[in-house]
T-cell receptor, first 112, second 115 residues
Protein backbone atom coordinates (compact mmCIF):
# COMPACT_ATOMS: atom_id res chain seq x y z
CA UNK A 1 0.00 0.00 0.00
CA UNK A 2 1.15 3.49 -0.76
CA UNK A 3 2.40 5.44 2.25
CA UNK A 4 2.64 8.90 0.75
CA UNK A 5 0.17 11.69 -0.02
CA UNK A 6 0.70 14.20 -2.80
CA UNK A 7 -1.49 16.84 -4.46
CA UNK A 8 -2.89 15.46 -7.72
CA UNK A 9 -1.71 18.35 -9.86
CA UNK A 10 0.33 21.54 -9.83
CA UNK A 11 1.18 24.27 -12.29
CA UNK A 12 4.41 26.16 -12.66
CA UNK A 13 5.64 28.89 -14.98
CA UNK A 14 8.73 28.15 -17.02
CA UNK A 15 11.87 29.47 -15.32
CA UNK A 16 10.28 29.57 -11.90
CA UNK A 17 10.92 27.15 -9.04
CA UNK A 18 8.55 24.22 -8.73
CA UNK A 19 7.94 23.08 -5.16
CA UNK A 20 6.26 19.68 -4.92
CA UNK A 21 5.09 18.64 -1.43
CA UNK A 22 4.73 15.12 -0.08
CA UNK A 23 3.31 13.83 3.18
CA UNK A 24 4.69 10.60 4.65
CA UNK A 25 3.54 10.79 8.24
CA UNK A 26 3.94 7.05 8.93
CA UNK A 27 7.52 6.77 7.70
CA UNK A 28 9.82 4.56 9.75
CA UNK A 29 13.26 5.50 10.95
CA UNK A 30 15.14 3.43 8.38
CA UNK A 31 13.00 4.32 5.38
CA UNK A 32 14.28 6.64 2.70
CA UNK A 33 12.24 9.15 0.73
CA UNK A 34 12.76 8.81 -3.01
CA UNK A 35 11.47 10.97 -5.83
CA UNK A 36 10.94 9.64 -9.32
CA UNK A 37 9.24 11.23 -12.30
CA UNK A 38 7.51 9.76 -15.29
CA UNK A 39 7.22 11.54 -18.59
CA UNK A 40 4.40 10.53 -20.91
CA UNK A 41 4.18 6.84 -19.94
CA UNK A 42 7.90 6.23 -20.21
CA UNK A 43 9.58 4.34 -17.41
CA UNK A 44 9.97 6.31 -14.18
CA UNK A 45 13.25 8.20 -13.81
CA UNK A 46 15.10 8.58 -10.54
CA UNK A 47 15.52 12.18 -9.33
CA UNK A 48 16.83 12.22 -5.79
CA UNK A 49 16.56 10.51 -2.41
CA UNK A 50 17.23 11.29 1.25
CA UNK A 51 16.96 9.95 4.76
CA UNK A 52 17.17 12.86 7.20
CA UNK A 53 19.27 15.64 5.70
CA UNK A 54 18.44 17.92 2.83
CA UNK A 55 19.93 16.76 -0.44
CA UNK A 56 20.82 18.46 -3.71
CA UNK A 57 21.96 17.17 -7.06
CA UNK A 58 22.08 18.47 -10.60
CA UNK A 59 18.37 17.90 -11.09
CA UNK A 60 16.71 18.99 -7.88
CA UNK A 61 16.80 19.63 -4.15
CA UNK A 62 15.03 17.61 -1.48
CA UNK A 63 13.97 19.23 1.76
CA UNK A 64 12.91 16.84 4.55
CA UNK A 65 11.29 18.19 7.70
CA UNK A 66 12.96 17.52 11.00
CA UNK A 67 10.23 15.10 12.09
CA UNK A 68 10.52 13.41 8.64
CA UNK A 69 6.77 13.43 8.21
CA UNK A 70 6.90 15.48 5.04
CA UNK A 71 9.24 16.57 2.31
CA UNK A 72 9.42 18.95 -0.65
CA UNK A 73 11.03 18.41 -4.00
CA UNK A 74 12.34 21.61 -5.53
CA UNK A 75 13.07 22.06 -9.23
CA UNK A 76 14.89 25.39 -9.10
CA UNK A 77 14.28 26.54 -12.67
CA UNK A 78 11.49 24.52 -14.23
CA UNK A 79 11.51 23.97 -17.98
CA UNK A 80 8.84 22.65 -20.31
CA UNK A 81 10.63 19.29 -20.30
CA UNK A 82 9.96 19.01 -16.56
CA UNK A 83 6.27 18.46 -17.30
CA UNK A 84 5.67 14.99 -15.88
CA UNK A 85 4.09 13.00 -13.07
CA UNK A 86 6.26 13.19 -9.96
CA UNK A 87 6.15 10.35 -7.46
CA UNK A 88 7.18 10.64 -3.85
CA UNK A 89 8.10 7.16 -2.66
CA UNK A 90 8.98 5.61 0.64
CA UNK A 91 11.47 2.81 0.20
CA UNK A 92 10.54 -0.18 2.28
CA UNK A 93 13.53 -1.83 3.87
CA UNK A 94 13.33 -5.53 4.55
CA UNK A 95 16.50 -7.56 5.21
CA UNK A 96 18.34 -6.26 2.19
CA UNK A 97 15.30 -6.36 -0.06
CA UNK A 98 13.97 -3.07 -1.37
CA UNK A 99 10.80 -2.30 -3.27
CA UNK A 100 9.31 1.00 -4.34
CA UNK A 101 5.78 1.76 -3.14
CA UNK A 102 4.37 4.36 -5.53
CA UNK A 103 1.58 6.71 -4.54
CA UNK A 104 -0.71 8.60 -6.86
CA UNK A 105 1.85 11.19 -7.84
CA UNK A 106 1.60 14.88 -8.72
CA UNK A 107 1.07 15.86 -12.32
CA UNK A 108 3.25 18.94 -12.85
CA UNK A 109 2.46 21.14 -15.81
CA UNK A 110 5.12 23.68 -16.71
CA UNK A 111 3.78 26.41 -18.96
CA UNK A 112 5.56 29.07 -21.03
CA UNK B 1 26.24 1.37 -21.52
CA UNK B 2 22.81 -0.05 -22.30
CA UNK B 3 20.10 0.73 -19.84
CA UNK B 4 17.18 -1.52 -19.01
CA UNK B 5 15.57 -2.97 -22.10
CA UNK B 6 12.16 -4.60 -22.42
CA UNK B 7 10.43 -6.53 -25.16
CA UNK B 8 8.06 -6.34 -26.81
CA UNK B 9 7.07 -2.68 -26.65
CA UNK B 10 3.41 -3.37 -27.36
CA UNK B 11 1.33 -6.51 -27.22
CA UNK B 12 -2.30 -7.34 -27.85
CA UNK B 13 -3.85 -10.51 -26.44
CA UNK B 14 -7.32 -11.88 -25.91
CA UNK B 15 -8.90 -13.01 -22.68
CA UNK B 16 -7.71 -16.39 -21.47
CA UNK B 17 -4.42 -16.29 -23.33
CA UNK B 18 -0.97 -16.36 -21.80
CA UNK B 19 1.77 -13.77 -22.25
CA UNK B 20 5.52 -13.57 -21.61
CA UNK B 21 7.32 -10.27 -21.22
CA UNK B 22 11.10 -9.95 -21.19
CA UNK B 23 13.57 -7.68 -19.47
CA UNK B 24 17.32 -7.21 -19.66
CA UNK B 25 18.76 -5.30 -16.71
CA UNK B 26 21.24 -2.48 -16.81
CA UNK B 27 24.82 -3.68 -17.14
CA UNK B 28 26.21 -4.66 -13.75
CA UNK B 29 22.82 -5.03 -12.08
CA UNK B 30 21.73 -8.33 -10.57
CA UNK B 31 18.23 -7.64 -9.29
CA UNK B 32 15.09 -7.25 -11.37
CA UNK B 33 11.73 -5.95 -10.17
CA UNK B 34 8.48 -5.95 -12.09
CA UNK B 35 5.71 -3.38 -11.76
CA UNK B 36 2.25 -3.06 -13.25
CA UNK B 37 0.92 0.39 -14.08
CA UNK B 38 -2.74 0.72 -14.95
CA UNK B 39 -3.83 3.78 -16.88
CA UNK B 40 -3.77 6.87 -14.67
CA UNK B 41 -2.30 5.02 -11.69
CA UNK B 42 1.14 4.75 -10.17
CA UNK B 43 3.18 1.58 -10.73
CA UNK B 44 2.33 -1.34 -8.44
CA UNK B 45 5.00 -3.79 -7.33
CA UNK B 46 4.53 -7.33 -8.62
CA UNK B 47 7.68 -9.15 -7.51
CA UNK B 48 11.46 -9.02 -7.44
CA UNK B 49 14.08 -11.54 -8.53
CA UNK B 50 17.59 -11.97 -7.22
CA UNK B 51 19.91 -14.95 -7.71
CA UNK B 52 17.24 -16.57 -9.86
CA UNK B 53 14.73 -16.65 -7.02
CA UNK B 54 11.63 -14.64 -6.21
CA UNK B 55 12.48 -12.60 -3.12
CA UNK B 56 9.28 -10.76 -2.42
CA UNK B 57 5.87 -10.52 -3.93
CA UNK B 58 3.22 -7.85 -4.07
CA UNK B 59 -0.53 -8.38 -3.96
CA UNK B 60 -0.84 -10.21 -7.26
CA UNK B 61 -2.42 -13.62 -7.93
CA UNK B 62 -0.50 -16.74 -8.85
CA UNK B 63 -1.38 -16.14 -12.49
CA UNK B 64 1.58 -13.79 -12.40
CA UNK B 65 4.86 -15.66 -12.33
CA UNK B 66 8.42 -14.91 -13.25
CA UNK B 67 11.85 -16.20 -13.85
CA UNK B 68 15.39 -14.90 -13.70
CA UNK B 69 18.16 -16.37 -15.79
CA UNK B 70 21.87 -16.76 -14.92
CA UNK B 71 22.66 -13.65 -16.99
CA UNK B 72 20.22 -11.71 -14.72
CA UNK B 73 17.63 -11.16 -17.43
CA UNK B 74 14.06 -11.87 -16.44
CA UNK B 75 10.67 -12.88 -17.74
CA UNK B 76 7.20 -12.06 -16.49
CA UNK B 77 4.49 -14.57 -17.33
CA UNK B 78 0.77 -13.94 -16.98
CA UNK B 79 -1.67 -16.81 -17.46
CA UNK B 80 -5.40 -16.72 -18.10
CA UNK B 81 -5.39 -13.07 -19.11
CA UNK B 82 -8.38 -10.95 -18.31
CA UNK B 83 -9.33 -7.43 -19.25
CA UNK B 84 -8.00 -5.98 -16.00
CA UNK B 85 -4.48 -7.10 -16.87
CA UNK B 86 -4.29 -4.39 -19.52
CA UNK B 87 -1.52 -2.11 -18.33
CA UNK B 88 2.02 -0.88 -18.82
CA UNK B 89 4.42 -3.46 -17.39
CA UNK B 90 7.65 -1.97 -16.14
CA UNK B 91 10.89 -3.69 -15.35
CA UNK B 92 13.42 -2.11 -13.01
CA UNK B 93 16.93 -3.25 -12.24
CA UNK B 94 19.21 -2.54 -9.31
CA UNK B 95 22.28 -3.80 -7.51
CA UNK B 96 21.33 -5.87 -4.48
CA UNK B 97 24.48 -5.43 -2.43
CA UNK B 98 24.48 -1.65 -2.70
CA UNK B 99 22.00 -1.35 0.14
CA UNK B 100 22.84 2.22 1.01
CA UNK B 101 21.94 3.57 -2.39
CA UNK B 102 19.69 1.26 -4.30
CA UNK B 103 18.52 3.33 -7.21
CA UNK B 104 16.23 1.38 -9.45
CA UNK B 105 16.55 1.98 -13.18
CA UNK B 106 13.37 1.49 -15.13
CA UNK B 107 12.91 0.26 -18.65
CA UNK B 108 10.48 1.84 -21.13
CA UNK B 109 7.82 -0.74 -20.38
CA UNK B 110 5.65 -3.13 -22.35
CA UNK B 111 2.12 -1.97 -23.11
CA UNK B 112 -0.21 -4.96 -22.84
CA UNK B 113 -3.75 -4.72 -24.13
CA UNK B 114 -6.19 -7.54 -23.40
CA UNK B 115 -9.30 -7.65 -25.60
Amino acid sequence: DAKTTQPPSMDCAEGRAANLPCNHSTISGNEYVYWYRQIHSQGPQYIIHGLKNNETNEMASLIITEDRKSSTLILPHATLRDTAVYYCIVRVEKTGFQKLVFGTGTRLLVSP
Amino acid sequence: DAGVTQSPTHLIKTRGQQVTLRCSPKSGHDTVSWYQQALGQGPQFIFQYYEEEERQRGNFPDRFSGHQFPNYSSELNVNALWLGDSALYLCASSLALDSSYNEQFFGPGTRLTVL
